[in-house]
C-alpha cells in the first residue's frame, strides 16, 4: 500500500528509479527494521539490496512486489549491476540523509548515471499516518500517560533528577518499549529555563523547585513525546500566571488546528498569546513537529512555516515559557488531525499540578 | 591537546582550514555534547559555530583558542562570513558524515570556495586513547562486568530475554550511565545463532538452551561493549566443542595483539583456529572494532585489514561460531594495546557457565 502510494507519486514527478538509503523510510515501506540496506523503486519492480546477515530475515519479510538483491561486494557495485539491467540512465536520491562520502562512491561506480538529488519523498508520505500506525502511536501516548501518572509519586523534594529519568526509563522498558525516543529531561529549579537541558545525576529536587519532564518512549517503532510541568510543595505568582499563559496558547492553538491550516499560522497563534502577556522573547522554539517512526518528522510547526495540515497528521503541541535564571514551563500534547479538528492523543492532566 | 594534535597533522597533510561536522569528532576536539554546531580549524584559530540555544554553554566551554561564532541564519551564512574573513579559498570537509544535502547547500552559498573531501582525520586520531579517556573507558567497562555478575543471578528457565534485557538496562542508568551503547542483545537457544538478533519481548529462556548476551554501556560519553555465552542447566557435546574453540580463538588472538600488527594478521590468527576445528563458514563477523566515544570505531579488525595497530588503542575481541537453526557462541572483551602486549580490560568470567 505505502510502496503504491511512493510509486504513485514518484511516477507523476518523473523521480524514477528512486533509491531509498534512509533506513527509516525503509522501514516505512518494507517493514525491514535491520540496521542494513538500501530499497531501489522503480516503475516496474522494487528492489531491496542488503547483506548475507538480513537474506533471511528480509526474504521472509519482504512482499511479491519487492525482490532482494544479495550485496556480493558494495553498495555501489550491487546498485550498478541493477541499473545495468533496468537500463536506467539516471538515478534519483534522498539528499538528506546520504553521506556524501557515499554519494561520491556512487558517481565513481556509475559514470554513466545521471545522479539526482530528488527530496524527500517518503518523508512527505509518512506525514499522514495510516490506521495501523495511528493504533501504534496511541499505545505509545498510552504509556507515556502511564508513565507520568507512575512518577508523579515519586517527585519530591530530595529526590535527584536522575532517579526520576531511571524510573522513567524502567516504566518504558517494562511495558513493552525498546527504547525511549529520546534520553528524557528532567529540569528541576532554574534549570527547567532551559529546552535543551541534561539531566543531571546529582541534583536534587527541592522544596518550591518547578519540576519540568520531558519524555517519550517507543513502542513497535513509533513514538510518542509529552511534557508536563509541575510544581513541588508551591508556586509563586509569577509563575502560576506564566503556567496559565502557557495552557491558555496551548489551548488556543489546539482550537485552530484543522486540516488547511498553515503550521505557521498554528504557531503564530500560541506565540501571540504569550507575547501578549508579555513574554514575547521567552517562547524560543517552535510549536511543534510530526511524530511517527521518528520522535520529530515533518511538519515542522514552526513561525513562517508553509506546510498546510492534513487528516491524519500527528503532531506535537507544546508552547513553553522560559526565563533564564528562574525557570521555564511548557506544556506538551501529542494530536491526530481530525476531518475537522484535532483529536488529543494525551490524556496525562494539565491543571497546575502542586506536588 | 587534542585540537593541537589534530591540527599538526592537517598542516603536515595541507588540509586548512578544515571542517568538522560530526558531532562525536566536536565532543572529542572541544568537548561539547550538544546536538548542533560545527568546528572549523584553520591555521591561526579555531571556530566554533552553533546557534543560540547553546551560546551560554558553549562559550563556557571553549577555551582561549577557539572562538565562538553565532549562526544567526545558517550554517553555510555563518561559514561564508567567516571564510570571506579568513581569506580562504577552499575548505577540506568530512565526506564521511556530510550529508549530500549540505554540501549543496554549501556548494550554492559558496560558490568560490573549492570544496574538498579530505579524508577523516579526527577518527584517525581518536584511534589512540589518552590517559582521561582511558579512565572513562575503564569504568564503563567496570559497569559492564558488575551488569553481568548481576544478571547471572536472574537467567533461569521461564524467564523472558526480555526481563533481562531491562533488568540490564535498569542496572545501567541506576549505575550512572545516561544510556546503553547499543539496544542490548538477549539471545535464547536457536536465536543465539543469530549476531543480529533483535531480544523478544515474549521469548522464554528454556532448560537446556544457549543464552548470548551482548551488553555496553556508556559511562560519560565513553561505551563498553561486553559478550559473554550461557549454557543453562546442561551442554551437549557440540557446544562444548564449540566454547572451548571460540575461547582459544579468542586466546590466540589476544597473544598475538601488541603494536606494529596489522588487524587483518590478529583477524585471521582467531579464523584459523576456527577453521582448523571445522567451523570455517560459521564466523560470520569480523573479529572487533575500536571503542571509544562511540561503541563502534576505528580500527576495524577486519579480514585484510591493513591498519596497524599502536599502544593506547581500545578495541574488541569477540571472535564467534553461529550454527543456523542450532545455536551461537560468542566471547567478547575489551582489550588495551599496551607497548608489547594487552591489557584484557573486561574482568568477567570465561569459563563455561552452566547455570
Known sequence: MRLK????????????????????????????????????????RTYFISDSRYEEYARSLLGDDVTFVLQKKSLPEALK???????????????????????????????????????????????????????????????????????????????????????????????????????SIVASG????????????????????????DMGCEYEGYNSDLTRTVFVNSVDAEFKNIYTTVREAQERALSVIRPGISAGSCDGTARRIIKDAGYGGAFGHSLGHGVGLEVHELPALKSGGTAKLKKNMVITVEPG?????KGGVRIEDMVLVTDNGVEILTESPKELFIL
Open 190 to 213: 532554574k534549570s527547567s529555563s532551559m529546552p535543551h537541558y541534561s539531566t543531571s545525576m546529582t541534583k536534587r529536587v527541592n522544596s518550591g523547585d518547578i519540576v519540568m519532564i
Open 5 to 44: 502510494a511512493l510509486k504513485k507519486n514518484l511516477v507523476k514527478k518523473g523521480k524514477l528509479p528512486y533509491l531509498i538509503t534512509d533506513l527509516v523510510n525503509i522501514r516505512y515501506c518494507t517493514g525491514f527494521s535491520g540496521s542494513y540496506g538500501c530499497l531501489l523503486v522503480d516503475g516496474e
Open 321 to 325: 515559557i522560559y526565563l533564564p535564571e
Open 81 to 183: 549491476k541493477l541499473l545495468g539491467g533496468i537500463g536506467a540512465q539516471r538515478l534519483n536520491l534522498e539528499e538528506h540523509n546520504l553521506p556524501l562520502s557515499m554519494f561520491m562512491q556512487l558517481k565513481k561506480e556509475l559514470p554513466d548515471t545521471e545522479l539526482l538529488p530528488a527530496g524527500d519523498e517518503v518523508n512527505l508520505l509518512r506525514m499522514c499516518k495510516d490506521d495501523s500506525e495511528i493504533e501504534l502511536i496511541r499505545k505509545a501516548v498510552r504509556i507515556a500517560d502511564d508513565c507520568f501518572r507512575h512518577i508523579l509519586r515519586i517527585i519530591k523534594p530530595g529526590v535527584r533528577e536522575w532517579d526520576i529519568y531511571v524510573e522513567i526509563d524502567y516504566f518504558y522498558k517494562k511495558n513493552g518499549c525498546r527504547r525511549t525516543s529520546f534520553d
